[in-house]
């Protein structure tokens, strides 16, 4: 069995190679705003979750997605909480002081600090995320901030689980332990499935899924590793960790565009694009048989297998429509994994499927069946999504920014002033206080006391005069300000007169083209006319030519019929010439004949009167002369030879009148219904018969005689019937048996036709017959005979020739 896939790897392939051909273009489909779904299909056992989610030291396809992720967009992340996703699938911008506000309150809460003996698996997590490749996408929008929010739930029985939800403690309703029993002193609620919603722009999501914001790949792989631990697994016949549920870990990549000015995230929500990867790690397909399963493993091998057994009917509906355009509905609502991943299907996104096959003997038919339906899916059209919007800001605005923020910096580092802004406000507070005299002590303590208002006085006063010459060298500061404002206005003026005067130039030019472009336009114009005039007189043309190669072609026809009807008459003619001359060439030779006959009668006559005479003569005159009977004479045959030698002593025959032998006879007449009536003259006819459609015991009971009425197509296409005659006798046994002793033969033939040359009938004569052979129709017919039937005397036995 041979099955042709796009990609073929073998089994010591590296994992690098795996995710350059098949997650890579995903990766980058993502960045550029586009969704993708990544499924893992197989046998249990396979090695499905090893393509997935990798070994310590070889990461899987997860791992090396989140590593280029984080690669392309690494120093474009906004902060975080800028991005915010809502409830109903969608992402909202958050100005930076609410996200500042949100933050401060995410720190002001308790996090649980992890325990040492979870620490101790974070070198393995570590040799799965050390990618050493350092994959990143090229031409990343260097304008946008970007965002990735990351959630990972499991498809257990038909029903949707969020992995990263953390099951709160309650001590009242009873809890399940891992046995699927309910126990009282447990620390485990069993989680509530999630349901499944669409959105404003018909894309199915699970509500209430916990997304979490990660920044980096080790974050967001830890994330994973700790929905990983709560998956599904058991251990069955097949596999000592066979995964029991379908598994999707869904990256969401946000990106927005920033403002103008290239510093702020823009808050309009029409320009936020939202992108999906879905990583979907399915459960193995298996035989209940193989795998001994019982109760609730039982149970989840029905539910695994449904759910694949409803993605194939999914996959082989669209192929059906698309390749015999039909409008059939795709059953996506029935199973939840078909369900969620209805909008790709739909045209939402790329879809790619591993099929993972393991060379084990025992999965031979399990493989069989999983190729098949993966060759089947590669005919399945998937519509591409389109393409996000443009923001229509101008390109580059991120890195400007920043080269102003740094020639800035730059200028107040030279002019002697602190480089960071903070500082610079901090500074110019602490010194304008230096600046400012102390306040005394303002307490009054006793009535008479004269001493401390003065001084609080004299401080104000001298605070006031301070005050006074820093307004006074604020306003000098403003007028310098103003000044170089002036300045800078007034160049920018002169710059503007001169862009101005450069646009006016580049506008001449633009109306000279566009005047040279309608001049261009209208000479097409004409030519196109021109070139209408000319097809439709070549339109005319042709259609004058079609007219009249179909009247050369109907004179040439008309040609050859009245050629041939030349040629049909002259064959007829010649037909009619060859015909009337062998009927003349007949005719003389029968009158011929005739007249020989007659002669030879004569001859024969005279030669017996010689005999009498000569018997006369020679007989002694005491005896009587016997006068010949002319009686005897014409009872003689005569024979038909050409030259008859006649022979004298031959003892004349006796005629023997012979009665008919079917006189006093009954006869089974069997005509089949299926017979057709000829339209002959001469039509068989059995007087006193029996007519039967059927030979039965009982008519041939009363009959002596059988005949038999057969019709069958001659070679000439007339119908021929025969007349199978036989006698029907008895048999020792008490019943009849017929044997057949004649057949009869009645055709129609057309007079125009050649007349056919017989051969003789007798081909082998007696020696001492002395007759000729007979060679047209027409001279037998000439002469009258009746033979007995079964004779062996041949053709006349007993004749009378008599001329026509």
């Not at 200028?411 to 206080?433: C, F, H, N, Y």
């Not at 103003?482 to 920018?492: G, N, R, Y």
């Not at 030349?566 to 064959?571: Q, T």
Request: charged share 30%; glycine share 4%; proline share 6%.
């Amino acid at each position: 069995t041979q099955y042709s896939f796009k990609e073929v790897f073998g089994t010591l392939v590296v994992q690098k190679k795996v995710f350059d051909v098949v997650a890579k273009p995903l990766v980058e489909d993502l960045i550029r705003g586009k969704n993708g779904l990544l499924f893992t299909y197989g046998v249990t056992g396979s090695g499905k979750t090893h393509t997935m989610t990798g070994s310590p030291g070889d990461g899987g396809l997860l791992p090396r997605c989140l590593d280029m992720i984080f690669n392309s967009i690494g120093p474009f992340q906004a902060k975080r909480f800028v991005f915010k996703l809502d409830d109903k699938n969608g992402v909202d911008v958050q100005c930076e002081v609410d996200a500042l506000l949100e933050r401060q309150k995410r720190d002001v809460m308790p996090v649980p600090k992890p325990t040492p003996g979870k620490r101790q698996i974070d070198p393995e997590i570590a040799d799965m995320i050390n990618v050493q490749d350092q994959c990143k996408v090229e031409e990343v929008d260097e304008d946008n901030v970007y965002c990735v929010f990351v959630s990972y739930i499991e498809i257990y029985n038909n029903y949707i689980y969020d992995l990263l939800e953390e099951a709160p403690f309650d001590p009242i309703k009873p809890k399940w332990n891992n046995c699927n029993t309910p126990v009282r002193n447990g620390d485990f609620i069993p989680p509530q499935s999630k349901i499944l919603r669409e959105d404003q722009n018909h894309n199915m999501y699970v509500t209430g899924c916990t997304e979490v914001e990660v920044k980096s790949t080790e974050e967001a792989f830890e994330v994973f590793w700790r929905g990983q631990k709560k998956r599904r697994i058991a251990n069955t016949q097949l596999n000592r960790e066979s995964s029991r549920s379908h598994s999707v870990f869904i990256i969401k990549l946000a990106q927005a565009p920033l403002d103008a000015d290239g510093d702020k995230v823009l808050q309009e929500k029409e320009q936020i694009t939202l992108s999906q990867l879905s990583l979907v790690d399915l459960a193995g397909s298996e035989r209940t048989n193989r795998t001994k399963a019982e109760g609730n493993r039982l149970r989840e091998a029905g539910n695994i297998n449904q759910s694949l057994m409803t993605l194939r009917t999914c996959i082989e509906v669209l192929r059906e429509n698309q390749m015999y355009g039909l409008n059939k509905m795709v059953p996506y609502r029935d199973s939840k994994l078909t369900h969620l991943f209805k909008n790709y299907f739909d045209g939402e996104g790329k879809v790619r499927m591993i099929v993972c096959v393991n060379p084990k003997a025992e999965d031979y038919e399990e493989s069989l069946q999983v190729m098949r339906f993966a060759e089947m899916t590669q005919e399945v059209e998937v519509a591409r999504p389109v393409d996000r919007p443009l923001c229509g800001l101008t390109p580059g605005r991120r890195f400007r920014n920043q080269a102003f923020q740094e020639e800035l910096s730059r200028k107040l580092e030279m002019r002697g002033g602190p480089v960071d802004a903070e500082t610079e406000e901090q500074s110019v507070l602490e010194t304008i206080l230096q600046n400012f005299p102390p306040l005394p002590a303002c307490e009054l303590l006793d009535i008479n006391d004269d001493q401390t208002l003065p001084k609080l006085i004299e401080v104000l006063e001298k605070r006031h005069k301070l005050r006074q010459m820093l307004i006074k060298e604020f306003s000098k500061a403003v007028l310098t300000f103003k000044t170089v404002l002036q300045e800078f206005d007034c160049s920018v003026a002169s710059k503007e007169n001169y862009i101005k005067g450069r646009l006016s130039e580049k506008e001449k030019t633009i109306a000279g083209q566009k005047t040279e472009i309608e001049r261009l336009e209208k000479k097409i114009k004409t030519l196109e006319y021109k070139i209408e005039i000319l097809e439709k007189t070549a339109t005319i043309y042709e259609e004058d030519k079609r007219n009249l190669q179909q009247e050369l072609e109907s004179k040439s026809q008309k040609l050859q019929r009245q050629a041939s009807d030349k040629r049909r008459l002259e064959a007829r003619f010649q037909g009619m010439v060859a015909e009337t001359t062998m009927k003349w060439e007949k005719e003389c030779e029968r009158r011929v004949a005739a007249k020989q006959l007659e002669m030879q009668n004569k001859l024969w006559v005279k030669d017996e009167k010689l005999k009498q005479l000569k018997a006369i003569v020679t007989e002694p005159k005491s005896d009587k002369p016997e006068r010949p009977s002319r009686e005897r004479d014409r009872e003689k045959p005569v024979q038909r030879s050409v030259s008859p030698s006649p022979v004298p002593n031959a003892p004349p025959v006796r005629l023997r009148h012979r009665r008919s032998r079917s006189a006093g006879e009954r006869w089974v007449d069997h005509k089949p219904p299926s017979n057709l009536p000829t339209e002959t003259v001469m039509q068989p006819h059995v007087p006193h018969a029996i007519t039967v459609a059927a030979a039965s015991e009982k008519a041939l009971a009363k009959c002596d005689k059988y005949m038999l009425t057969h019709q069958e197509l001659a070679s000439d296409g007339e119908i021929e019937t025969k007349l199978i005659k036989g006698d029907v006798f008895k048999t020792r046994g008490g019943g009849q048996a017929v044997q057949f002793t004649d057949i009869e033969t009645l055709k129609q033939e057309s007079p125009t036709g050649r007349k056919r040359r017989s051969s003789p009938s007798n081909p082998d004569p007696p020696e001492d017959a002395a007759e000729s052979e007979w060679t047209d129709v027409e001279t037998r017919c000439s002469v009258a005979v009746e033979m007995r039937a079964g004779s062996a005397l041949g053709p006349g036995y007993e004749h009378h020739a008599q001329p026509k």
